[in-house]
C-alpha cells in the first residue's frame, strides 16, 4: 500500500509540472503548434495540436485565432467555421484485477493480481481542425471578425 502511495504522490507532483501549450507553428504533424492547408480561394483547413494537459478549451482558442491570422494575411474581413473536429489522445491510467488458477499432476493453485498504470505524459493531448471560409465585406452574422479575432 505504502508503494501506492508514493507512486500516486509521484504522479501528481509530475503532472503539476506540466509545461503549458505554447502557440505557434508545429515543426511536424505530431507536434505541438499549428498547422494550415488552404483548400480553395477563401477556404481553409487549420488544426492546432496542444500538449499534454492543454485544456480543451485552449486548443480550441489558438485554432481559431490561427484561421483569424490566415484571413487577415489573405486580405479577408471576417470568417465562418463551416466544420470542426475535436480529438483527444493519451490515456488516464487505471486500475485491473485478474484472477487465475491452474492445475499440473498433483498439485494445483490459484494466483490473484492487482494492477495499475500512471498517465505520467501529464494528461490527454487534444487536437483540434477548423475548415473556415473566409471572405469580404459584410460580417455574416454566424462569423467572425478576422482583425478582431488575430489581436
Do not use: H
Not at 81 to 94: E, F, L
Amino acid at each position: 500500500m505504502r508503494l501506492l502511495i508514493c507512486a500516486a504522490a509521484a504522479t501528481l507532483s509530475l503532472a503539476a509540472c506540466a509545461t503549458p501549450t505554447a502557440y505557434g507553428p508545429a515543426p511536424d504533424g505530431r507536434a505541438v503548434g499549428f498547422s494550415d492547408y488552404r483548400i480553395a480561394t477563401g477556404r481553409y483547413r487549420v488544426t492546432f495540436q496542444g500538449g499534454p494537459g492543454a485544456p480543451p478549451e485552449q486548443v480550441s482558442d489558438f485554432a481559431l485565432r490561427r484561421a483569424a491570422e490566415i484571413a487577415v494575411r489573405d486580405g479577408y474581413d471576417w470568417f465562418r467555421v463551416v466544420d470542426r473536429i475535436g480529438d483527444r489522445s493519451g490515456s488516464r491510467g487505471g486500475t485491473s484485477i485478474g484472477i487465475g488458477g491452474g492445475t499440473g499432476g498433483y498439485r494445483s493453485g490459484v494466483g490473484m493480481g492487482v494492477g495499475t498504470t500512471f498517465d505520467l505524459s501529464g494528461g490527454p493531448a487534444y487536437r483540434m481542425t477548423l475548415e473556415v471560409l473566409a471572405g469580404k465585406g459584410a460580417k455574416p452574422e454566424d462569423a467572425y471578425d478576422a482583425r478582431e479575432m488575430a489581436g
